[in-house]
């Protein structure tokens, strides 16, 4: 017994937020641990993100996996809007637990934070770092068409800078890349470029519909051809330019279509999107458009999905990656998205739907123009959509975020 302890891994995870892929993600990590022997883990959040947790537990998984609530001044401090005060308190918070629980790493399940501490070498005692990188656009010229704005000239630069300082730092152990090109322009840019590896995004497992109510029976009936935009719905999604571009379509194209926007709105866009619905209401009253602002489970996004002609994420010069894309591709359904950055790239490279300038509404109404006019399914590629989300399982991701290497696809 005393031999097995002493050969498992601990690994204490940090996660201050509480919406978006934190949930779903962890519960992949739990799965993994609890189906192995080899692996000890604490998971450090807010409170609300350890109770949603809790019930994952099972089965004796607790001997495994300790849940550990953030106190409100740790959560308050992760969660600061500078994102200086918010990278240091997340590597403040890191080395006490790390500390304590005397786990052998720390991994932050957004890294990006961390970037200007770690550039400064920090460390965390005699434990490893490592880290899942979200938002890399240092090599978005390589990507396709970028004429940066100042501001995102200037965001490069920085970011150019601490990239190549972190992955100096000794006590950094491997970035993983949601974005599958990046790993190669850090390998041919920055010294230990090795550091940065490809993590494939989970493809979510379908859901099992038995028990789900239909709290949506009225969208996408009566052969409207149905536009989905779910998630945690902010400003950077698009959802106001999505409302204006609504108000732009035509009468008849209008009243083609059913819209759905299915997610809990962010408070600081949610009086201006009430507005907007309104005005909509009386400017295109032939327009069907509900919005649903809840969090939602994964079998109603799947049923929604399967609903809908179209999914759309009209980001708004969105840096990263988006498990939207995959939910999409997993379903046969096609994205309406963003030409910018690796959703643009992703799109054309797989043929997974039609990127456009969604920043300009004019161009986000002759895109859904377009689809009703033109149909949606000529947009997609099937095969590319197959290629794209193979050997993305949660299986996969959990291995590599503990410290394994990529599970052999069979």
Not at 196 to 222: C, K, N
Not at 320 to 347: H, I, K, N
Not at 365 to 375: K, L
Request: a positive charge; hydrophobic letters at 45%; glycine letters at 10%.
């Amino acid at each position: 017994m005393l031999s097995q302890l002493a050969h498992e891994e601990k690994i204490l995870v940090l996660e201050p937020d509480a919406e978006g892929h934190a949930q779903e993600w962890l519960r992949y990590l739990i799965d993994f641990v609890s189906a192995g022997d080899r692996h000890r883990m604490e998971i450090v959040g807010p409170t609300a993100l350890c109770d949603a947790l809790r019930p994952a537990l099972v089965n004796g998984a607790h001997r495994r996996i300790v849940l550990s609530p953030l106190s409100p001044a740790e959560h308050r401090m992760c969660t600061h809007r500078k994102l200086a005060v918010s990278g240091f308190a997340r590597w403040w918070v890191m080395r006490r637990y790390l500390k304590r629980s005397g786990a052998h790493t720390g991994f932050f399940l957004s890294i990006d934070h961390l970037s200007l501490p770690l550039a400064f070498g920090l460390g965390v005692g005699r434990a490893r770092m490592s880290g899942i990188l979200f938002r890399p656009s240092v090599h978005y010229g390589v990507l396709g068409s970028y004429n940066p704005t100042r501001g995102e000239w200037l965001r490069d630069l920085r970011k150019a800078l601490l990239y190549r300082l972190m992955l100096r730092n000794p006590a950094l152990h491997q970035v993983l890349s949601l974005d599958p090109y990046f790993p190669g322009y850090a390998m041919s840019h920055y010294g230990r470029g090795e550091k940065v590896r490809v993590l494939p995004d989970p493809v979510h497992a379908v859901s099992d519909p038995a028990g789900t109510v239909d709290r949506f029976a009225g969208y996408a009936t009566g052969g409207r051809v149905g536009l989905l935009l779910f998630g945690y719905l902010t400003r950077r999604k698009g959802p106001v330019e999505l409302l204006e571009a609504l108000r732009r379509l035509r009468p008849q194209t209008a009243a083609r279509v059913a819209v759905m926007l299915a997610g809990r709105v962010d408070p600081e866009i949610r009086a201006e999107l009430q507005t907007r619905r309104h005005l909509l209401a009386q400017t295109r009253p032939e327009l069907w458009l509900q919005i649903a602002d809840r969090r939602l489970d994964s079998a109603e996004i799947d049923s929604l999905i399967d609903r809908s002609s179209v999914v759309l994420a009209p980001y708004q010069r969105f840096v990263g990656s988006s498990g939207v894309l995959l939910w999409a591709a997993r379903a046969g359904r096609p994205v309406l998205t963003q030409d910018f950055g690796l959703l643009g790239r992703l799109t054309r490279d797989y043929g997974l739907g039609l990127a456009t300038d969604s920043s300009d509404p004019g161009c986000l109404a002759f895109a859904i123009e377009r689809i009703v006019e033109g149909g949606a399914q000529a947009l997609f590629d099937p095969a590319g959509a197959q290629r794209f989300i193979a050997a993305r399982t949660p299986a996969q991701f959990a291995a590599m975020v503990m410290g394994g290497e990529p599970i052999a696809s069979t």
